[in-house]
């Protein structure tokens, strides 16, 4: 059931990031209309099938295994579907579809129901540092996704260029509201995801974890956001700046959460 | 046969338009007194700015045509020259082609403009006041309506502005997204900053700062706008507030200058910023377009956008020609369904189709009937049909061409229910 679940909610995110690129390509809005809604199916069908992993007397999501990744799919697609509710941005879907598609991708590489995480290391904690760090990076996604439409955006107008896609491109105000609100929401559920992580470790892993690489790379993401966020709380950085800076930061937190997964050894391979 | 007759922005100079216009103002009963007219069967009477057109039915006659020329003419005081050089008459097919192009806005002096449709909607809702239009006129307007809203929503030849007041409106939402709650400044208190500084309050800007060398003239025009007028000296504290600055002075030096923009940048804490100089020589440093989250448009700019934009309406326009000679074409063959032989031959089947149905239904008491009785009752029931059938197989025939007949033949194909 759960197999059939996930491949049609695969589908569908195919399907959706396939009318988002349209919309973006052919500069129509009705594509990316009809892709929000093929996204909600998919974030549906996501549901469903995150249910009853959860509900599996087995246990709860396996850390590295499909779930984890379709897990990541649907905050993305959540934290994205909400947001577009408020701000009615559907153009931004054409920069995080992608996005969902290549986590949905990861996702389908992996073996099922396999628990990347030793039994003993399983608990609430390791679940509550999971599902916010995983929401604070899709807000920083999503923070990002509007960084680098303002920068187009941006680029356009300074250029006097009237084209159609500034036309399907969000206001600047618009997309600097949702890296704002991203950055806002994104940094405290991070923060509190990786004390959740942090805890943990204190009490599982004893020593060596402080320098493990991951950690630091994360840790050092976590200081840009934050630092990010002061600049434009306490010092008033508003727009462009805001824009690159987050592109920026982003890149550093793939980098943390990729890179460094295949070039260190890290405490966090549980392979 | 359906005729046009008018005149327009392309025909006929201001000093006509003026003078028919006037003329037909005073005639507030024109559409009645055209019905009046020998010949015409029904009319409307379409007036704007550009253009002065009556869209009639007539009897075929060519004498009609000439009598709603002098009716036209008579009525705005034309000269026969001015009548012979300045107006257009366009019969049948080309007359509905032209009404679609008004009411898509194909004819206007901007072309994609949206107020011709509100206008034409309006002649017709006076002529339908009067009573002086019917059945094909009534179907032609709807055609024409259809017509106009295809075009508005299938193409993109309303959507860039065309005007530089509204070219700054536009890159202004690009900016700010809604600009409720936007303050603006303008400089200098020139006619295009007015111009510009309307348009920007009619979406909903919340407050208006005018700024000008005499204080006299900025406190009229803040009146105006229930703004507040401030002196050039306070130039910095203006543009701390403000979000849009219009400047439009007649100052042979720069007003705003990059440094003053760098300036107050930093007391703005960093907010979007856009600039809109529309005075030649420049007010404003062009410089102060490179400072970040500034973006500063001049006339050229502002031009270029609606050249570039008046260049793609004119590519948008030939799609909506293609889709004004579809609905030409719809319009025509609906016409020519009104054509009276196939309305005949619809009733005569209609008519047949019940005699047969009755026939059958009858089957129970005639199967006493041997077959001559039978005949001569089928006989019988077909004379009956056929002498009442034959005065309106008569009258539509008479009738029959391709306009003249729409009428009978429509009340023709209503009264039978030929179209169920």
């Known amino acids: 059931m759960e197999i059939i679940l996930f491949k049609l909610a695969f589908a569908f995110c195919l399907l959706s990031t396939a009318g988002y690129l349209l919309s973006l390509l052919t500069k129509k809005v009705v594509p990316a209309k009809i892709s929000t809604w093929i996204l909600v199916i998919a974030f549906g069908f996501l549901t469903i099938n995150l249910f009853l992993v959860m509900v599996n007397p087995a246990g709860y999501i396996k850390i590295g295994s499909r779930e984890f990744f379709s897990f990541c799919a649907w905050v993305v697609a959540g934290v994205y579907l909400a947001f577009q ?3 009615k941005t559907r ?6 579809s992608p996005i969902i598609l290549l986590l949905m991708i990861a996702a389908a590489g992996r073996e099922s129901g396999r628990s990347l995480v030793p039994e003993d290391m399983l608990g609430w904690l390791t679940l509550v540092h999971l599902v916010l760090v995983v929401a604070g990076e899709a807000l920083f996604i999503l923070a990002s996704c509007a960084g680098a439409m303002f920068i187009i955006q941006n680029s356009l107008l300074k250029h006097k260029k009237s084209s159609h896609m500034s036309r399907l491109l969000p206001a600047l105000h618009d997309l600097d509201r949702i890296n704002h609100l991203g ?11 990786l004390f959740a992580g942090i805890v943990f470790a204190g009490y599982t892993w004893e020593s060596g974890w402080p320098g493990d690489p991951k950690v630091i790379w994360t840790s050092a993401a976590w200081a840009a ?6 600049q434009r709380l306490a010092i008033g950085w508003k727009g462009i700046r805001m824009a ?6 982003f890149i550093l937190l793939l980098l ?16 | 046969m359906i005729a046009l007759i008018g005149l327009n922005h392309k025909t006929a100079p201001l000093a006509v338009r003026e003078k028919l216009f006037a003329g037909c103002q005073e005639e507030s009963d024109l559409p009645v007194r055209l019905t009046a007219v020998c010949g015409i069967r029904e009319a409307m009477f379409l007036s704007t700015c550009n253009r002065i057109e009556i869209l009639t039915r007539i009897d075929g006659q060519e004498e009609t045509l000439y009598k709603l020329r002098d009716f036209l003419a008579a009525s705005g005081g034309l000269t026969p020259e001015e009548a012979r050089d300045c107006l257009y008459l366009y019969c049948d097919e080309n007359a509905v082609r032209h009404l679609f192009r008004v009411a898509a806005s194909l004819d206007s002096l901007v072309m994609g403009e949206t107020q011709i449709l509100g206008q034409v909607k309006d002649a017709y809702r006076r002529a339908l006041e009067k009573n002086s239009t019917g059945a094909v006129l009534n179907r032609l307007l709807h055609r024409a309506f259809r017509t106009a809203k295809r075009v508005r929503s299938e193409t993109a030849i309303a959507v860039n502005p065309v ?4 070219a700054a409106v536009t890159l202004a939402k690009k900016i700010f997204g809604s600009l409720t709650g936007k303050e603006v400044l303008v400089i200098g208190a020139g006619e295009m900053a007015e111009l510009t500084g309307m348009h920007l309050v009619a979406n909903g800007i919340s407050g208006i700062i005018i700024a000008n060398r005499s204080q006299a003239q900025a406190s009229v025009l803040a009146e105006k706008f229930h703004g507040r007028a401030v002196s050039l000296e306070a130039l910095g504290e203006a543009l701390t507030e403000a979000d849009i600055v219009i400047s439009s002075t007649g100052a042979s030096s720069y007003i705003v200058s990059a440094d003053l923009i760098r300036q107050v940048h930093h007391q703005r804490k960093n907010r979007l910023l856009f600039l809109i100089d529309i005075a030649v020589p420049r007010d404003i440093d062009p410089q102060a377009g490179a400072v970040e989250n500034v973006y500063l448009y001049n006339i050229d700019n502002l031009q270029d956008i609606v050249d570039e934009n008046m260049n793609a309406r004119k590519k948008e326009a030939l799609k909506a020609e293609a889709i004004v000679e579809e609905e030409v074409k719809n319009y025509i063959n609906w016409v020519k369904e009104l054509d009276a032989v196939p309305t005949i031959v619809l009733l005569r089947n209609k008519v047949e189709e019940i005699v047969r149905l009755e026939l059958v239904k009858a089957g129970s008491w005639m199967k006493d009937m041997n077959e001559t009785e039978r005949q001569k009752v089928e006989i019988l029931i077909n004379s009956i049909v056929n002498k009442l059938l034959h005065n309106p197989v008569t009258v539509l025939k008479e009738e029959s061409s391709e306009f003249k007949s729409a009428d009978i033949v429509a009340l023709t194909r209503q009264l039978f229910r030929l179209d169920e």
Do not use: E, N, Q
């Open chain 1, 256 to 271: 943390s959460y990729s890179g460094v997964r295949f070039c260190f050894s890290t405490l966090h391979d549980f392979v």
């Open chain 1, 244 to 249: 690159v800076i987050s592109c920026a930061v």
């Open chain 1, 225 to 230: 956001y934050g630092f990010l966020l002061h």
């Open chain 1, 91 to 96: 153009i931004l879907g054409s920069f995080i």
């Open chain 2, 163 to 166: 005007s530089v007041s509204f």
């Open chain 1, 183 to 193: 950055l806002l929401w994104g940094f405290p559920v991070l923060t509190l995801g």
């Open chain 1, 85 to 87: 509710m408020k701000t």
